[in-house]
């Protein structure tokens, strides 16, 4: 096994930086990894970024500050990728078999066990994304791709006359997004986390955006 790999999987407490990986040689996943679960473990273990760095990253990961460059082009882009790392991945399929059956498939998907270095973590980059432009800025580019997904599910829906032909869709989107990552993201709203909140959640919303669901609506 190469050096890097090597170190970088013996996180979380690698002391030697490893060696640097040929010039164009394909970057491991593992590297990536790991780089990212020092910066989580960093983050949660000083409750700020502000004395986390770029040095203490690489050298609780095992990895010299070199193969973090090469992966992100700072150190505020990369804080934003580990933050991003912490949310659950978007599903690679759809079930496309109605408006309803793929938002409750999108939603199960956002539900993610945070445990305490997690939670830390969250609570102290929420301030910090509201606060400063650059993490800001880093953070909205990695994030545009989640809610350029589930605008795609809504347009292809609407084409279908599955939502009211008026359908504001970046409204939508942060209709959907935003009260799930609340609940299951930022650990508000404890006593909603159930079985079925996601189908419930999805219920209720389509019920407010004109969806197949209005016509069980009590007059």
């Not at 096994?1 to 040929?22: F, K, Q, S």
């Not at 502000?50 to 095992?62: C, F, K």
């Amino acid at each position: 096994m190469r050096p890097e790999l090597r170190d970088a999987t013996a996180h979380p407490r690698a002391t030697a930086p490893a060696a640097v990986p040929a010039k164009g040689r394909p970057r491991s996943e593992a590297v990536s990894h790991s780089i990212l679960e020092a910066a989580l473990d960093l983050i949660a273990e000083h409750g700020t970024v502000a004395d986390v760095s770029v040095e203490g990253i690489a050298e609780l990961s095992g990895v010299s500050k070199a193969t973090i460059y090469r992966r992100w082009s700072s150190k505020e882009e990369l804080i934003a990728a580990a933050f991003e790392s912490i949310k659950a991945p978007l599903p690679e399929t759809m079930p496309r078999t109605s408006l309803r059956d793929d938002l409750v498939h999108l939603g199960n998907t956002m539900r993610r066990t945070h445990g305490p270095r997690d939670t830390k973590v969250v609570k102290c980059m929420m301030s910090l994304v509201q606060d400063d432009p650059e993490y800001q800025r880093h953070h909205e580019r990695l994030v545009e791709r989640r809610r350029r997904f589930v605008r795609d599910t809504f347009a292809h829906w609407a084409d279908r006359g599955e939502v009211a032909p008026d359908l504001d869709l970046d409204l939508a989107v942060a209709m959907f997004i935003s009260p799930l990552l609340t609940i299951f993201v930022y650990g508000h709203y404890a006593h909603l986390q159930a079985e079925d909140t996601v189908e419930r959640f999805v219920d209720n919303l389509l019920r407010g955006l004109g969806g197949p669901l209005c016509e069980t609506r009590n007059p």
